[in-house]
């Protein structure tokens, strides 16, 4: 059940990233992959990491969520 409520919190997320048009592409966004309680970013360039790394940091400000790196 942890699992299903992570995603489901963090869903939002998922798709602000998707929207953000930073991160990697292949026919279909890739930037974020999530399973379980892990999430990993992938971006093509230090510029596009930081934009979805602040993302992130504006999304746990205020949802309360804590990453760990």
Do not use: H, Q, W
């Not at 279909?28 to 930081?50: E, I, K």
Request: aromatic letters at 12%; a negative charge.
């Amino acid at each position: 059940m942890s699992p299903v409520l992570y995603l489901l919190y963090t869903d939002g997320l998922l798709v602000i990233l998707s929207n953000s048009g930073v991160g990697c592409f292949l026919v279909l966004f890739v930037g974020a992959l999530a399973y379980a309680d892990d999430l990993v970013l992938l971006a093509p360039s230090p510029t596009a990491m930081r934009k979805m790394l602040s993302i992130c940091d504006e999304y746990a400000t205020e949802f309360s969520i804590k990453f760990n790196a």
